[in-house]
């Protein structure tokens, strides 16, 4: 059974920094492409930044320059570090993959930010 547990959100100012984690289980990790995407309030939900198996990566031009996405293949873990945050940014969080042709998502963690 996939599961994806994200982590690491919470309430930052204009600016500032955090960094989210999403732990893979029930997947062969080191092979999972994995996705992060988001959700701001009354809006659909957004692609955000992709790493792929061979560590290539991907994001929307909205984050570009200010996000950056890794991962731990020995920790089964992705993560997304996420920079000089605007309160644009404020939104659910959700790691997201696909596993024999079926997408999987987490929880999701909340992110605001806001002086």
């Known amino acids: ?17 955090l960094r989210l984690s999403c732990a893979a289980s029930g997947t062969i990790f080191s092979v999972t492409d994995m996705d ?3 959700q701001a309030p009354g809006k659909q939900r957004e692609y955000v930044a992709r790493i792929i198996s ?3 990566t991907n994001y929307a031009d909205s984050v570009k320059g200010r996000f950056t996405i890794s991962r731990d293949n020995a920790k089964n873990t992705v993560y997304l570090q996420m920079n000089s945050l605007k309160p644009e940014d404020t939104a659910v969080y959700y790691c997201k ?3 024999f042709r079926r997408n999987y998502w987490g929880q999701g963690t909340q992110v605001t930010v806001s002086s």
């Open 54 to 56: 061979g560590g290539s």
């Open 1 to 17: 059974q996939v599961q994806l547990v994200e982590s690491g959100g919470g309430l930052v100012q204009p600016g500032g920094s």
């Open 36 to 38: 992060w995407y988001r």
């Open 97 to 99: 993959t696909n596993w």
